[in-house]
Each structure stands twice: as structure tokens, then as C-alpha cells.
């Protein structure tokens, strides 16, 4: 490993890999970072070597992943594994611990490729013991060949949420409910995106097959659901909400036991790394959340950034592959290894195919919003799991005057946990929207600073 | 709480998790072996001492926290199983580490 290459990768997801591998072919020094173990990101994790129980039911979208990874490791790039990024400034050094030991890495050019998160879903309970995410579960499946033992519930919304209850059936989990949390807004809304999304039809006919099978499978599955909370005492005990029309008693109130919960309500971009890096970030109202602003190219606001996949908004894993292709043809154009009319020449039918990909978005957006109640939670909901906040606490410190997530992570400890922030802060900027009325704009984020892991003292001497 | 899919014909190592020993397939997750030899906790909260199991599994949410053979505060979610690990709960915050 050297201390210096021309483009630094970070992410080996479906972004990362093409992009790493390109460049290398295309004659850049080219080194890609990565926390995990293998090559493959979540989508593809463990695709190298799939575990055999399962390698049947994962699905022909997973095996897509196989000869990613393959062209990476056949392409030369250089692979640095089990490395954190703890570490990156707006000079762009980026620092990582790798084995107890840090290591710095400059680039001239930096391609961020941090993929994406599952957006939380604060509800009462849902840091008991036995409650975990949709995603969870799968990494379970795919890396280990791990199910539940007891009876699981799937509770929440979003095209994952079906893929694994889809995936569940096929190795024959028994699933004791599906709870959707979709609002029924999205289904009126709806109609008009589904010419463009005609044009990737695969998408829809697989998610089609996803609800046929769920159906056929007998699954209870409960709509237009409301007050879901995890309950126990020092476990997962069972799962309660309300269905039906209307308020009050007209509602149904419903209570399954449970030793798994599985929740899902989309997932949303990993920022950490271009607001380290200085990018410039807008909230995007359609798939609630923010977004890196970027050209086709993945060009950042910052000169030497360039930003591909979910990392940037929340594209899937396919159109991330070819963004992330775009982006190592600029790479490379940008170091004159390639001048702009092979640039254009060779982008011209990953361009074609990136729009099929990217058609079903509005489409897959629209019809699976996150319900507000997972948004902006009640009082009494965790939204901090690392401090132990909870919503009352955000809210009052934002009616004493806390103008931003910021000054309320200083009054709350909101934020300031091992985490910092991944699995509250879009909670908390919602939150503080919601109370003071401002919009999501004037509200921002958390201020991300290093270390983005926590590192001992050691660790950091250790170099 | 989890089982594998197929239990036959898989590679095993010896590890200990709270001073007992298991025998975990290769290649998993520290994380994963805990949930699979059926433990009800990682940790217990700092705060208000509180259970929890991993929740991500993929290194966000630093739910599952545990102290791998006498470090504090490692990502049980990141790390692979090997051979005479020793896993314990981690209670509460960690303790500043002994000279070694």
C-alpha cells in the first residue's frame, strides 16, 4: 500500500467496483478503500463467495454482483480491506485504521462511493433486544446463512422489505406478519410516473412477483396501520399497532407475538464522507432526504470530488454501477488519459442504459414515502439509541430556541454517541422542522467532524 | 433467535463468549456468532444499563459493541470469528485500558 495514488475509491459497492476498475483499465493509479472483508458492498455482500445453503434464494439480481467483482479483482486496482475511514479533510487526506494501525492516503482525485443507509424508523421499542433492521436480516442471510429461529415479523415499507420477505419464503422462514406502513398517499400519486417507469419494466414485474408470492404464501398482512410499537421487557415480546379507517375506537387494535422485528422504511444516502469532504448538499422533498449535488459526470462541488451510486441520491445498485463507470471516464479525462471525445464516446451507451435504470425511481419514490410517524416519532420514542434521547427532549430543547440539530446535539447529547448521528439525524433535523416550522433547508444537518469512528489514542499514534 | 439454514458440513472454530466455549462456522461475523449461540445481549447500555443485540449489522449503529479478547468497544458487526476468541458483554461504558 502507498501513501499516494492518482484516484482514491472509497466503497466497494456496486459504484466503487466499476468505478475502480475502469480507471485501473482506462491507466490510473487506482486504490479502492473498503470496510468490509470482501468486495460486493451490502447489495453484494459476500458475492465472491456465496454460502451455499442459501446461494439459491438470494435471487439473479445478487449473482449480478459476481462478475463485478471479478472485473475489479482482475483489473489491477490496488484493494485495501478491513479499513475504516475515520478520517478526511477539505484537502482531501484520508485517514483510515487498518488492523489497530493508521494509515493516511492522499489522491488527486477522490471518488466517494459510501453507498447508502436504511432510514431509521424510530418507534416505541425499537431498541429492545430482538428488534433489528430489514437489512440486518439479510446481511444474516447472505453473509452467514443465518434465519430467525422464532417468529419474525417484517414491519415498515419500500421495495427491501418485500425482497426479503420474498427471500424468507423461498428458504422457508415462516413469517408471522407483514406490517406496511406505506401511507396511502403514494397510491394516488402514483399513476402519473408509470409510463417512465414502463421503461424498466423488469423492476416492476419483480416486485409484482415479490406481492404475488407473499399473497400466495398466506402471510397476514395488515394496511393503514398506525401506533406500531415493539414491546417487552427485556426483549422483543410482541408487536402491537392499530388498523383501520378513521380515529379513536373505530380502529382495530392488534397484538402479535414475536421474537423477530424486522423494520424497513427505505434507505437514504451515507453522507459522512462528502460533508467531510465540503460537498455541497440539497434536500430532495420526493425521496425525503438530502442528496450530493452533482453532474452526470459526478462531479462534487468540490474540485477533486466526485460522488457515484447511493452515496450521492439514492439511485440502486445497477444505475450506481454505470454512475460509477461515468465517474472514472471523467476521472480519467480530468488526469489526460483521455481526451473529451473518447470521454463522450465511451459514455455513450453508459448513458442510455444509467436512464432505463434510473426510470422506475420517481415511480419506486412516490409509491413508498416513509410514513410521518417514523419521521417525526411521539415523545416518548428513543431517537438517540447511543445517548438515550428521546423526542420530547429534541423537541423542548427546539421551543427553548436550539436554531439547529447542532446546538441541540450540545443541550441533549443527541448525536454524540458512538454513532454520530447515522441512526438519528434525520430524525433530528424532522424533528425540529416539525416543531419550529422551519423547512428542512434552514434546519440542516449534523456538522460531521473526525474522527468519524471512534479510535483510541493508540490507534491514532499507531501509524 | 437465529439458526443457520443448512446445519450440516460447515467448517467450525472454537471461540468463548462469556466464558463458555462454542463451536461457530468460518467466515462469520462476531456479531453473528453471538446471535447464533443464542445470546439475549452484547451489551448493557451506559446510560440506563439496557440490553441490546446488534441492530445494523453493517457498522452504523455501534449497537453491538462488545470486548473482544480484553479490548472494549469493538464493532462485533465488523469483525470475523477466529480461532480461541475471547468475546465478553460489554457493561456499560469501557474502562481505560491497563498499561500493557
Same mark, same amino acid.
Given at each position: 500500500?502507498?501513501?499516494?495514488?492518482?484516484?482514491?475509491?472509497?466503497?466497494?459497492?456496486?459504484?466503487?467496483?466499476?468505478?475502480?476498475?475502469?480507471?485501473?483499465?482506462?491507466?490510473?493509479?487506482?486504490?479502492?478503500?473498503?470496510?468490509?472483508?470482501?468486495?460486493?458492498?451490502?447489495?453484494?455482500?459476500?458475492?465472491?463467495?456465496?454460502?451455499?445453503?442459501?446461494?439459491?434464494?438470494?435471487?439473479?439480481?445478487?449473482?449480478?454482483?459476481?462478475?463485478?467483482?471479478?472485473?475489479?479483482?482482475?483489473?489491477?486496482?490496488?484493494?485495501?480491506?478491513?479499513?475504516?475511514?475515520?478520517?478526511?479533510?477539505?484537502?482531501?487526506?484520508?485517514?483510515?485504521?487498518?488492523?489497530?494501525?493508521?494509515?493516511?492516503?492522499?489522491?488527486?482525485?477522490?471518488?466517494?462511493?459510501?453507498?447508502?443507509?436504511?432510514?431509521?424508523?424510530?418507534?416505541?421499542?425499537?431498541?429492545?433486544?430482538?428488534?433489528?433492521?430489514?437489512?440486518?436480516?439479510?446481511? @444474516? =442471510?447472505?453473509?452467514?446463512?443465518? #434465519? $430467525?429461529?422464532? %417468529?419474525?415479523? &417484517? *414491519?415498515?415499507?419500500?421495495? +427491501?422489505?418485500?425482497?426479503?420477505?420474498?427471500?424468507?419464503?423461498?428458504?422457508?422462514?415462516?413469517?408471522?406478519?407483514?406490517?406496511?406502513?406505506?401511507?396511502?398517499?403514494?397510491?394516488?400519486?402514483?399513476?402519473?410516473?408509470?409510463?417512465?417507469?414502463?421503461?424498466?419494466?423488469?423492476?416492476?414485474?419483480?416486485?409484482?412477483?415479490?406481492?404475488?408470492?407473499?399473497?400466495?404464501?398466506?402471510?397476514?398482512?395488515?394496511?393503514?396501520?398506525?401506533?406500531?410499537?415493539?414491546?417487552?421487557?427485556?426483549?422483543?415480546?410482541?408487536?402491537?399497532?392499530?388498523?383501520?379507517?378513521?380515529?379513536?375506537?373505530?380502529?382495530?387494535?392488534?397484538?402479535?407475538?414475536?421474537?423477530? @422485528? =424486522?423494520?424497513?422504511?427505505?434507505? #437514504? $444516502?451515507?453522507? %459522512?464522507?462528502? &460533508? *467531510?469532504?465540503?460537498?455541497? +448538499?440539497?434536500?430532495?422533498?420526493?425521496?425525503?432526504?438530502?442528496?450530493?449535488?452533482?453532474?452526470?459526470?459526478?462531479?462534487?462541488?468540490?474540485?477533486?470530488?466526485?460522488?457515484?451510486?447511493?452515496?450521492?441520491?439514492?439511485?440502486?445498485?445497477?444505475?450506481?454501477?454505470?454512475?460509477?463507470?461515468?465517474?472514472?471516464?471523467?476521472?480519467?479525462?480530468?488526469?489526460?488519459?483521455?481526451?473529451?471525445?473518447?470521454?463522450?464516446?465511451?459514455?455513450?451507451?453508459?448513458?442510455?442504459?444509467?436512464?432505463?435504470?434510473?426510470?422506475?425511481?420517481?415511480?419506486?419514490?412516490?409509491?413508498?414515502?416513509?410514513?410521518?410517524?417514523?419521521?417525526?416519532?411521539?415523545?416518548?420514542? @428513543?431517537?438517540?439509541?447511543?445517548?438515550?434521547?428521546?423526542?420530547?427532549?429534541?423537541?423542548? *430543547?427546539?421551543?427553548?430556541?436550539?436554531?439547529?440539530?447542532?446546538?441541540?446535539?450540545?443541550?441533549?447529547?443527541?448525536?454524540?454517541?458512538?454513532?454520530?448521528?447515522?441512526?438519528?439525524?434525520?430524525?433530528?433535523?424532522?424533528?425540529?422542522?416539525?416543531?419550529?416550522?422551519?423547512?428542512?433547508?434552514?434546519?440542516?444537518?449534523?456538522?460531521?467532524?473526525?474522527?468519524?469512528?471512534?479510535?483510541?489514542?493508540?490507534?491514532?499514534?499507531?501509524? | 433467535?437465529?439458526?443457520?439454514?443448512?446445519?450440516?458440513?460447515?467448517?467450525?472454530?472454537?471461540?468463548?463468549?462469556?466464558?463458555?466455549?462454542?463451536?461457530?462456522?468460518?467466515?462469520?461475523?462476531?456479531?453473528?456468532?453471538?446471535?447464533?449461540?443464542?445470546?439475549?445481549?452484547?451489551?448493557?447500555?451506559?446510560?440506563?444499563?439496557?440490553?441490546?443485540?446488534?441492530?445494523?449489522?453493517?457498522?452504523?449503529?455501534?449497537?453491538?459493541?462488545?470486548?473482544?479478547?480484553?479490548?472494549?468497544?469493538?464493532?462485533?458487526?465488523?469483525?470475523?470469528?477466529?480461532?480461541?476468541?475471547?468475546?465478553?458483554?460489554?457493561?456499560?461504558?469501557?474502562?481505560?485500558?491497563?498499561?500493557?
Amino acid at each position: 500500500m502507498k501513501d499516494n495514488y492518482q484516484l482514491l475509491v472509497i466503497g466497494a459497492g456496486p459504484a466503487g467496483l466499476a468505478a475502480a476498475a475502469d480507471a485501473a483499465r482506462l491507466g490510473l493509479d487506482v486504490a479502492l478503500v473498503d470496510e468490509q472483508m470482501a468486495p460486493g458492498g451490502q447489495i453484494y455482500r459476500n458475492v465472491g463467495s456465496p454460502r451455499e445453503p442459501v446461494r439459491p434464494y438470494l435471487g439473479k439480481d445478487y449473482l449480478w454482483g459476481k462478475p463485478l467483482v471479478a472485473e475489479f479483482l482482475q483489473s489491477g486496482a490496488a484493494y485495501i480491506n478491513n479499513a475504516s475511514v475515520w478520517y478526511l479533510d477539505e484537502r482531501l487526506e484520508t485517514g483510515m485504521l487498518i488492523d489497530g494501525a493508521s494509515h493516511f492516503i492522499t489522491a488527486e482525485r477522490l471518488l466517494l462511493a459510501t453507498g447508502a443507509q436504511e432510514r431509521p424508523m424510530p418507534l416505541p421499542g425499537w431498541q429492545l433486544p430482538g428488534v433489528m433492521t430489514a437489512g440486518a436480516g439479510q446481511i @444474516l =442471510l447472505k453473509s452467514a446463512a443465518m #434465519i $430467525p429461529s422464532g %417468529r419474525v415479523v &417484517l *414491519a415498515g415499507s419500500g421495495p +427491501l422489505l418485500l425482497l426479503i420477505a420474498w427471500q424468507y419464503l423461498q428458504v422457508g422462514v415462516k413469517i408471522g406478519a407483514i406490517i406496511d406502513t406505506t401511507p396511502r398517499s403514494g397510491f394516488s400519486e402514483v399513476l402519473p410516473c408509470l409510463p417512465r417507469a414502463l421503461a424498466a419494466f423488469d423492476y416492476l414485474l419483480k416486485g409484482l412477483s415479490f406481492i404475488l408470492a407473499i399473497k400466495k404464501a398466506g402471510i397476514p398482512v395488515y394496511r393503514a396501520v398506525a401506533d406500531l410499537r415493539a414491546e417487552g421487557h427485556e426483549a422483543l415480546e410482541s408487536v402491537s399497532f392499530t388498523t383501520g379507517q378513521g380515529d379513536g375506537n373505530k380502529r382495530t387494535e392488534i397484538n402479535i407475538e414475536a421474537e423477530t @422485528l =424486522l423494520l424497513h422504511q427505505g434507505v #437514504i $444516502p451515507n453522507l %459522512r464522507l462528502p &460533508l *467531510a469532504a465540503g460537498c455541497e +448538499l440539497e434536500w430532495d422533498a420526493l425521496q425525503q432526504s438530502w442528496k450530493t449535488v452533482k453532474d452526470i459526470w459526478g462531479q462534487s462541488s468540490v474540485d477533486q470530488v466526485l460522488v457515484a451510486g447511493d452515496c450521492a441520491s439514492i439511485v440502486g445498485a445497477r444505475a450506481g454501477e454505470l454512475q460509477g463507470r461515468l465517474c472514472a471516464l471523467q476521472a480519467a479525462h480530468q488526469l489526460n488519459r483521455i481526451d473529451l471525445q473518447q470521454r463522450d464516446r465511451a459514455a455513450t451507451r453508459i448513458k442510455r442504459s444509467l436512464q432505463r435504470h434510473l426510470s422506475i425511481r420517481p415511480f419506486l419514490d412516490t409509491l413508498y414515502p416513509p410514513a410521518k410517524a417514523y419521521q417525526v416519532p411521539d415523545d416518548e420514542t @428513543l431517537v438517540c439509541r447511543c445517548e438515550e434521547v428521546n423526542a420530547g427532549q429534541i423537541r423542548e *430543547a427546539a421551543r427553548m430556541g436550539c436554531v439547529g440539530p447542532n446546538q441541540v446535539k450540545a443541550f441533549t447529547r443527541c448525536g454524540m454517541g458512538p454513532c454520530q448521528g447515522y441512526l438519528c439525524g434525520s430524525t433530528v433535523s424532522a424533528l425540529i422542522a416539525d416543531e419550529t416550522g422551519a423547512s428542512m433547508e434552514q434546519v440542516g444537518y449534523f456538522r460531521v467532524r473526525p474522527p468519524f469512528k471512534p479510535i483510541t489514542l493508540g490507534e491514532l499514534a499507531n501509524t | 433467535m437465529f439458526r443457520r439454514v443448512d446445519e450440516t458440513s460447515v467448517d467450525t472454530l472454537k471461540l468463548r463468549i462469556e466464558d463458555r466455549e462454542y463451536a461457530v462456522p468460518v467466515g462469520i461475523s462476531v456479531a453473528a456468532a453471538v446471535l447464533l449461540c443464542g445470546f439475549n445481549k452484547v451489551r448493557n447500555t451506559p446510560v440506563t444499563d439496557s440490553p441490546r443485540l446488534p441492530y445494523c449489522m453493517m457498522g452504523i449503529c455501534f449497537d453491538c459493541l462488545m470486548t473482544i479478547d480484553g479490548i472494549p468497544n469493538q464493532q462485533a458487526c465488523q469483525l470475523e470469528v477466529r480461532e480461541n476468541m475471547k468475546i465478553e458483554v460489554q457493561q456499560g461504558a469501557a474502562e481505560l485500558l491497563q498499561q500493557r
